[in-house]
C-alpha cells in the first residue's frame, strides 16, 4: 500500500561494546506506555497517556541499548542511578504519515500509540523522539518511570480471548513472537480465522529469510470477535461495528487499510506473549497497510492476500520501504534527494556506501543502465524508480516483494535486512 513514511535517517546496525545485562535492569515483566501522539504539518507534541504492567516480558533480553535500524522515532530509556542507557528501540507511526497529507495542513488531530518496553527495576527516564524528513528532531517528551509507582495498572494475567498456537519453537524469552489478530470476524466465524491465520503464516514462512530461520519464530492466533462480520468501507458509506474499528479509505485513499485503536489492539493481546502484531481483517476487498513495529492489517479473501500479507509483514517487523513508484511523481516529499533514507532496500545515493553496495559486482554503472525485467528478483544493481518516486530514489532489482504483488520472492538486500533483524532479536 502506499504510505508516506516521512522519517528519514541512516540505516546502522549498533552493537555497543558495553551492553547491558538484562537481569541487573529489568524484571521479567512488560511496561506498557500508551502515547498521543498529536499536531499537525507546523507543530507536532507527545503526550503520556497511560502506564501500565504486564507479566512477563516477550522482547529482546541483549542488545538492550542498541539500534538495528533508526526508524521514524525512538524510545530511550535511561537508569537515573548510572545514567546509562539501558534500552532503546525505533518506530514508525500512523500519525507521522498523515503529516504528509493535505489535511495537516488545515487541522490538527491526535493519533493513540503503545509500546512495550521491558520494566524497570529502579527508577528509569524515558525520552520519546519524533523526526522530520530529515532526520531532525520535530517533537520530544521526556519522562520518569518509578517501577513502585501505585498508578502503574497491573494488566491482568489471562488471556481474555481464545487462542491457539500456530507454530512454537520455544519460550517467548527465546523466540520472536507474533501474534495474529481476527478483525471483523464474528464468533461463529472463529474457524474461518483460524483458516486465514494459517495461511498467513504459511505464505510468511514460504519466503526467505523467514523460512531457512522459522525455529526463531513463534506465531499464536488470536480470536478476537467481532459484533458484525467484515470492515468498514467508508467511500460506500458501509459501517460495521468491529473489534479493532479498522476501515479502508485511510488519508482518503481507497486501498489503505488500517486501524487507529491502537490501545485496544494491545487490549486484545494481554495475557498472550507478543513482539509484532498481524491483524488479519475479513473482507474481499483488496487492501492492507504496514507500520514499523506498530501492526500490519491485510484484507484476507481477495486473490492477492497471500503476497500482501508478506509485503506488509515487511513494513511492519523489517522496516522495509516500497520500492514501487509512480511515473509522474518525479519529487517526491517522502525521500529528499539529499537525505539518505534508514530503511535498507532503498536509496538516494547520498551514503550508497551504509547500503548494498557491498554487495555488487565490481564496475555496475551506477545507476545501472540494464533495463528492468518484471519477475526480475535477483540482478543485482541500482535501478531508478523507488519510494513513490520516478526520479533521484533507487531500488536494487528489477522486481522484489517489496515493489509488487508479482514478485515470487524478497530481493537479496531485502533478504539480508531481514536476516540482520531476526538475528539482532535471537542473538
Known amino acids: 500500500m502506499k504510505k508516506s513514511l516521512t522519517i528519514l535517517s541512516f540505516f546502522i546496525f549498533v552493537i555497543t561494546v558495553s551492553g547491558q545485562d538484562f537481569d541487573t535492569y529489568f524484571q521479567d515483566t512488560t511496561l506498557r506506555v500508551d502515547y498521543l501522539f498529536s499536531g499537525n504539518i507546523k507543530q507536532q507534541k507527545i503526550s503520556l497517556d497511560h502506564l ?8 529482546r533480553r541483549h542488545n538492550l541499548d542498541a539500534l538495528p535500524l533508526e526508524g521514524n522515532g525512538q ?7 548510572t545514567e546509562e542507557i539501558i534500552y532503546r528501540m525505533s518506530f514508525s507511526s500512523l500519525f507521522q504519515e498523515w503529516l504528509t497529507t493535505d489535511e495537516a495542513k488545515r487541522l490538527s488531530k491526535g493519533f493513540e500509540n503503545t509500546f512495550t518496553l521491558p520494566y524497570p527495576r529502579r527508577t528509569a527516564e524515558i525520552c520519546v523522539t519524533l523526526t522530520d524528513n530529515r532526520g531532525k528532531i520535530a517533537a520530544s517528551l521526556t519522562h520518569l518511570i518509578d517501577p513502585a509507582d501505585i498508578l502503574i495498572e497491573k494488566k491482568q494475567k489471562s488471556p481474555s480471548h481464545p487462542f491457539k498456537y500456530l507454530l512454537k519453537n520455544g519460550s517467548y524469552k527465546d523466540c520472536i513472537d507474533i501474534a495474529i489478530l481476527a478483525e471483523g470476524y464474528t464468533a461463529a466465524e472463529t474457524e474461518l480465522f483460524y483458516k486465514d491465520a494459517r495461511i498467513a503464516c504459511d505464505n510468511l514462512f514460504s519466503h526467505e529469510p523467514f523460512s531457512k530461520m522459522k525455529k526463531r519464530f513463534n506465531v499464536i492466533a488470536v480470536a478476537s470477535a467481532s459484533d458484525n462480520s ?7 458509506n458501509d459501517w460495521r461495528n468491529t473489534v479493532f474499528g479498522s476501515h479502508f479509505d485511510t488519508f482518503y485513499s481507497p486501498r489503505y487499510l488500517t486501524t487507529k485503536n491502537v490501545k ?18 475479513n473482507t474481499d476487498v483488496y487492501g492492507g497497510g504496514g507500520i514499523y513495529n506498530a501492526f500490519t492489517l491485510t484484507s484476507t479473501h481477495h486473490d492477492q492476500f497471500g503476497p500482501v500479507i508478506v509485503h506488509e509483514f515487511g513494513h511492519s ?7 514501487y513508484f509512480y511515473e509522474n511523481d518525479i519529487f517526491s516529499e517522502s525521500y529528499p534527494n539529499d537525505t539518505e533514507p534508514w530503511e535498507q532496500n532503498i ?10 553496495k557491498d554487495m ?27 519510494g513513490y518516486s520516478a526520479k533521484g530514489v533507487y531500488r536494487s532489482t528489477p522486481d522484489c516483494r517489496m515493489k509488487s504483488n508479482e514478485a515470487r520472492e524478497f530481493c537479496p538486500v531485502c533478504r539480508r535486512a531481514l536476516e540482520r533483524l531476526i538475528l539482532f532479536y535471537t542473538e
Open 52 to 59: 501500565s504492567s504486564i507479566p512477563c516480558w516477550a522482547g
Open 75 to 81: 524510545i530511550t530509556m535511561r537508569d537515573i542511578a
Open 230 to 236: 467484515g470492515v468498514s468501507t467508508p467511500r460506500h
Open 264 to 281: 485496544t489492539v494491545h487490549d486484545i493481546l494481554t495475557g498472550i506473549p507478543y513482539e509484532h502484531i498481524v491483524i488479519l481483517a
Open 317 to 323: 517487523f523489517g522496516g522495509l520501504a516500497d520500492e
Open 347 to 356: 536509496t538516494t545515493l547520498v551514503d550508497f556506501g551504509s547500503k548494498w
Open 360 to 386: 555488487l559486482a565490481p564496475g555496475t554503472p551506477i545507476p545501472d543502465k540494464y533495463t528492468p525485467k518484471n519477475g526480475d528478483c535477483r540482478t543485482l544493481g541500482i535501478y531508478e524508480g523507488a
